[in-house]
């Protein structure tokens, strides 16, 4: 059933409007100020206090800046205050550069396996416009990570530092695009052609030149690299020409990053199920993309005994939602644009990954929690957005936003069901490149 706007009708509208005297004085603070700063509710602050009855012993943030790499970085926040524990070190920091270069060499790889593998479906087929879309993206998942660490290691920030490239990474990225579109047609045409020998010697030359690209936009990581640093104590500490590997299996060797599992919070998915994302994976051969669907109370008590017992939680939320990046507070109720426009604006977290309302934008490291007599009050968050956001980097979210724009929290595996550790070892229900959890 179609319907044509009618000028009457406009007209209706129009003289609704001018009834009501409030209309424009909501209308001119709105106009003046922004829609965010007209309906913002100064009242969430008496609540959020930052004071949490656990909370992990950390200082200084890190800051991604202009790139999508908050999945790495919230990576290796976790194993950075895992190493600051350990070594009473707590503002050591790794490089988000150095898993980056591999990063961009990896998925080019398994973006020329996704193109060939697919090259007799048509070019505007879901499935192949989904990998064409993905091509030199920046963001990602947990496993990703936990992939380049597991293949690569991991280095001192100082061992490989960002470059102009890492902290803004559009005019690499654009680039790096366009070139594997461009050979995606050419792989796609040899395999359609039937010259399957000819395309495999053109993928090597390929990711030579995407190797090339990433050297001069990245720099070249370290092979070799001396460990170096003073403790919280003041000792200083010395261990040179440690490879990557090394240094992780030797520095980080309680961490099996195969003991953890992402828990997710999707209720338009069947719960008690174990799904995955092939067309996210990023390393051929390493970790698949692998999400455990439960409901949101196991996220909660899992990342709650994951804290107490001194370990971080990464964790992946829709952070544009309800969020002032000044004072850093997350709350369900920040803006009461329900109110300033008066109509209803609530959705379920059902329905907004139904519709596309509600996604995985942000990843985050929980540091804390804040609880009273079982009731959780609030959670201290890392963010990766360096000092001037939130209070020197660290916001504070409450426990309304946790339940409805968190999706995923990566816990041990000790911290599951029996039940839940058996699902979580398989089997997998691949989801499609544009499933909403993708």
Same mark, same amino acid.
């Given at each position: 059933?179609?319907?044509?706007?009618?000028?009457?009708?406009?007209?209706?509208?129009?003289?609704?409007?001018? %009834?009501?005297?409030?209309?424009?004085?909501?209308?001119?603070?709105?106009?003046?100020?922004?829609?965010?700063?007209?309906?913002?509710?100064?009242?969430?602050?008496?609540?959020?206090?930052?004071?949490?009855?656990?909370?992990?012993?950390?200082?200084? +943030?890190?800051?991604?800046?202009?790139? *999508?790499?908050?999945?790495?970085?919230? !990576?290796?926040?976790?194993?950075?205050?895992?190493?600051?524990? %350990?070594?009473?070190? %707590?503002?050591?920091?790794?490089?988000?550069?150095?898993?980056?270069?591999?990063?961009?060499?990896?998925?080019?790889?398994?973006?020329?396996?996704?193109?060939?593998? !697919?090259?007799?479906?048509?070019?505007?087929?879901?499935?192949?416009?989904?990998?064409?879309?993905?091509?030199?993206?920046?963001?990602?998942?947990?496993?990703?990570?936990?992939?380049?660490?597991?293949? #690569? *290691?991991?280095?001192?920030?100082?061992?490989?530092?960002?470059?102009?490239?890492?902290?803004?990474?559009?005019?690499?990225?654009?680039?790096?695009?366009?070139?594997?579109?461009?050979?995606?047609?050419?792989?796609?045409?040899?395999?359609? /052609?039937?010259?399957?020998?000819?395309?495999?010697?053109?993928?090597?030359?390929?990711?030579?030149? &995407?190797?090339?690209?990433?050297?001069?936009? +990245?720099?070249?990581?370290? %092979?070799?690299?001396?460990?170096? #640093?003073?403790?919280? /104590?003041?000792?200083?500490?010395?261990?040179?020409?440690?490879?990557?590997?090394?240094?992780?299996?030797?520095?980080?060797?309680?961490?099996?990053?195969? /003991?953890?599992? &992402?828990?997710?919070?999707?209720?338009?998915?069947?719960?008690?199920?174990?799904?995955?994302?092939?067309?996210?994976?990023?390393?051929?051969?390493?970790?698949?993309?692998?999400?455990?669907?439960?409901?949101?109370?196991?996220?909660?008590?899992?990342?709650?005994?994951?804290?107490?017992?001194?370990?971080?939680?990464?964790?992946?939320?829709? $952070?544009?939602?309800?969020?002032?990046?000044?004072?850093?507070?997350?709350? !369900?109720?920040? #803006?009461?644009?329900?109110?300033?426009?008066?109509?209803?604006?609530?959705?379920?977290?059902?329905?907004?990954?139904?519709?596309?309302?509600?996604? +995985?934008?942000?990843?985050?490291?929980? &540091?804390?929690?804040?609880?009273?007599?079982?009731?959780?009050?609030?959670?201290?968050?890392?963010?990766?957005? *360096?000092?001037?956001?939130?209070?020197?980097?660290?916001? $504070?979210?409450?426990?309304?936003?946790?339940?409805?724009?968190?999706?995923?929290?990566?816990?041990?595996?000790?911290?599951?069901?029996?039940?839940?550790?058996?699902?979580?070892?398989?089997?997998?229900?691949?989801?499609?490149?544009?499933?909403?959890?993708?």
């Amino acid at each position: 059933m179609t319907h044509k706007l009618t000028l009457q009708e406009i007209e209706k509208f129009s003289q609704n409007f001018n %009834k009501n005297p409030e209309h424009h004085v909501i209308a001119r603070a709105a106009q003046k100020n922004g829609v965010l700063a007209a309906s913002y509710n100064d009242r969430v602050q008496s609540k959020l206090t930052r004071v949490f009855s656990t909370e992990l012993d950390t200082d200084n +943030v890190t800051n991604q800046k202009h790139s *999508g790499r908050c999945w790495l970085f919230a !990576t290796l926040n976790v194993l950075r205050h895992e190493f600051g524990k %350990k070594y009473k070190t %707590k503002n050591f920091t790794f490089s988000q550069a150095y898993n980056f270069f591999w990063d961009k060499i990896e998925r080019a790889n398994i973006f020329y396996n996704n193109i060939i593998e !697919t090259a007799d479906k048509p070019l505007d087929s879901r499935e192949v416009k989904a990998h064409l879309d993905f091509a030199g993206a920046d963001g990602g998942q947990f496993h990703m990570a936990a992939s380049l660490v597991e293949k #690569y *290691g991991v280095v001192p920030s100082y061992a490989m530092p960002e470059t102009f490239n890492t902290n803004d990474t559009t005019g690499f990225s654009n680039a790096l695009k366009d070139k594997l579109k461009k050979d995606a047609l050419i792989l796609r045409k040899l395999i359609q /052609d039937g010259k399957t020998a000819e395309a495999e010697d053109l993928r090597t030359k390929f990711l030579n030149d &995407v190797y090339r690209m990433t050297a001069i936009a +990245v720099g070249e990581p370290p %092979k070799h690299f001396d460990l170096e #640093y003073r403790d919280d /104590d003041k000792n200083y500490h010395l261990d040179k020409n440690l490879t990557p590997l090394e240094f992780f299996h030797k520095y980080l060797s309680g961490v099996d990053l195969n /003991d953890y599992v &992402v828990l997710t919070n999707a209720p338009d998915h069947e719960y008690n199920k174990l799904y995955g994302l092939p067309s996210e994976d990023n390393v051929e051969g390493q970790y698949r993309i692998k999400l455990l669907n439960v409901p949101m109370e196991y996220l909660t008590q899992a990342s709650i005994a994951q804290l107490k017992d001194g370990e971080a939680v990464w964790f992946g939320n829709d $952070v544009l939602r309800q969020m002032d990046r000044q004072t850093g507070y997350l709350d !369900t109720n920040l #803006y009461k644009l329900d109110d300033l426009f008066q109509v209803d604006l609530k959705m379920s977290k059902e329905d907004r990954l139904k519709t596309g309302a509600g996604e +995985v934008s942000h990843a985050m490291t929980l &540091v804390g929690v804040d609880e009273d007599n079982g009731d959780i009050r609030q959670w201290k968050v890392e963010n990766s957005w *360096g000092e001037k956001s939130g209070a020197k980097g660290y916001f $504070v979210m409450s426990n309304d936003w946790f339940n409805d724009y968190v999706y995923e929290v990566v816990v041990h595996k000790k911290y599951l069901t029996e039940e839940q550790k058996k699902l979580a070892e398989g089997p997998i229900t691949d989801l499609p490149a544009w499933d909403s959890l993708a």
